[in-house]
């Protein structure tokens, strides 16, 4: 994939809206997608992200909006016509036919030459490391063998645009990162572009190039993973990324930047532009913000807490504290081993002020 291609811009949506029975399930959603791009639609069931992809599919027609394909409009040209793959959860194999045949299957819809098509099969069996296996049943397969097939068959006729909507999702999580790794890889080496549609933010990170953040039909947010991980721009992105640390608190100082929390003032690495002293703000504090706390170093943000819960997760253990006003509740990743406190003890963390995200004000200053 060239940095030339993924600035190309390769499909793209404009005020689309969709309502079904008097339900808005799309709001004017406008997006971009770069030729070679791996876009995901991200978001909680019903906001909206498979119906988006349905109308991209031309399986579904948009209440209003347009749809161009380099430039050209498709809005009302048919599914068969847009030479897209698609692949779903349940885009089960046909039970009757070999994985090379399987494979086969659009290629000879399509009238591809029998050479041409056995040569692709060959080309993909080895791309999905399934080599060897074309005469074999598909009830014989395991289920990231068979996904592995059907994501062949979905490349098989070199599709223009590839769209998966949750196609890992009946998977377990230990086969659904392996493959996640392997389907990026491959999306990658082929520079295919591909709309990737999941309500999992782990699955997003990893395998896109963009994530689309959808709530109620719009946009929430858009951004490359660590952007959007890094930076959430909405108390709601925060909370859909699994972060809970979700306080309010008011701005003392713009220089260095200072919030009063009920628990004690937060230095801050920076704040939206527009903000004024007085202000009233909704911060998050990210997950892997702190750690423990040492007396010979001159940390700032340092704050006792009293331990509530402890649970060790290999890589890091994940607490919930108690805050020194005795009722927020703030929980943390602390790296490996390092907290050993029980129940009721106390524990001093320093909270990195780059972990800590301020939202627009809530409340201005007079």
């Known amino acids: 994939m060239t940095t030339n291609k993924m600035h190309m811009t390769f499909l793209t949506i404009t005020n689309v809206s969709k309502a079904f029975d008097d339900v808005l399930v799309l709001r004017d959603v406008s997006l971009d997608v770069a030729r070679g791009e791996v876009l995901c639609l991200l978001g909680p069931s019903g906001?909206?992200?498979?119906?988006?992809?349905?109308i991209i599919a031309g399986l579904e027609q948009p209440d209003q909006g347009q749809l161009?394909?380099?430039?050209?409009e498709i809005t009302h040209i048919p599914s068969h016509r847009r030479d897209f793959g698609l692949m779903f959860q349940d885009y089960v194999l046909f039970?009757?036919?070999t994985v090379g045949e399987n494979i086969a299957f659009g290629l000879k819809m399509r009238g591809w030459s029998q050479a041409d098509a056995r040569a692709r099969v060959q080309e993909l069996l080895t791309l999905v490391e399934m080599e060897g296996y074309e005469d074999r049943q598909v009830f014989e397969l395991s289920g990231g063998q068979q996904q592995r097939v059907a994501l062949a068959r979905s490349l098989a006729p070199e599709p223009r645009l590839l769209m998966l909507d949750e196609p890992l999702g009946a998977l377990d999580r230990t086969l659904r990162d392996q493959l996640l790794i392997e389907l990026r890889d491959i999306l990658t080496q082929l520079g295919q572009t591909a709309i990737y549609v999941t309500h999992d933010q782990l699955e997003a990170f990893a395998v896109a190039d963009r994530v689309v953040l959808m709530r109620e039909g719009r946009i929430e947010q858009q951004g490359t993973p660590e952007a959007i991980y890094l930076h959430p721009a909405t108390p709601f992105a925060a909370r859909f990324l699994g972060m809970t640390n979700i306080l309010t608190g008011r701005?003392?100082?713009?220089?260095?930047p200072i919030v009063a929390t009920s628990f004690g003032e937060l230095h801050v690495a920076e704040l939206p532009q527009g903000l004024h002293v007085g202000d009233r703000l909704t911060m998050v504090i990210r997950p892997e913000a702190a750690q423990?706390?040492?007396?010979?170093?001159?940390?700032?943000?340092?704050?006792?807490?009293t331990l509530i819960h402890r649970s060790f997760r290999g890589a890091h253990t994940h607490v919930q504290l108690l805050a020194p006003d005795g009722k927020t509740l703030l929980s943390f990743e602390l790296a490996g081993m390092s907290c050993r406190a029980r129940p009721g003890e106390k524990v001093a963390l320093a909270i990195d002020p780059a972990a800590i995200v301020v939202f627009e004000a809530t409340t201005k200053s007079p």
């Open 47 to 54: 906001c909206g992200k498979t119906t988006l992809l349905r």
């Open 68 to 72: 161009f394909l380099e430039g050209k």
């Open 95 to 97: 039970p009757h036919m």
């Open 251 to 256: 701005l003392i100082f713009l220089t260095p």
């Open 292 to 305: 423990r706390a040492h007396p010979s170093h001159a940390e700032i943000n340092v704050l006792t807490f």
